[in-house]
Nanobody
């Protein structure tokens, strides 16, 4: 599966932003993948943000974004989204979407496919 993330940009603290990830699959349907969002700030390791099960029923969030971010997917359109509300300066990072097989996975190693990343910058 090939992933293309988009929607990043420069926003002010308190603003909202929605990231999108478009998937292109070959031989295996998008709906069979567990999808996740990760982020990596300058000088820091890539960290888990959110993930969603293949059918969209189960969602998982990092404590740092719980209540502010929402992950969703549209299997008919091969899309996954990350709605980010009440953004903070510490949310500044490159955001990556990823696909894998393990529902509930939270480490980068549990995801097999990665998009190129989209930069989110939050200014105060």
């Amino acid at each position: 599966v090939q992933l293309q993330a988009s929607g990043g940009g420069l926003v002010q603290a308190g603003d909202s932003l929605r990231l999108s990830c478009a998937a292109s699959t070959s031989g295996r349907t998008f709906s069979s993948y567990h999808m996740g969002w990760f982020r990596q700030a300058p000088g820091k390791e890539r960290e888990f943000v959110a993930s969603i099960s293949w059918n969209g029923v189960s969602t998982f969030y990092a404590d740092s974004v719980k209540g502010r971010f929402a992950i969703s997917r549209n299997n008919a359109k091969n899309m996954v989204y990350l709605q980010m509300n009440s953004l903070k300066r510490e949310d500044t990072a490159v955001y990556y979407c990823a696909a894998g097989d393990r529902v509930g996975g939270r480490s980068p190693g549990e995801f097999d496919y990665w998009g190129q990343g989209t930069l989110v910058t939050v200014s105060s």
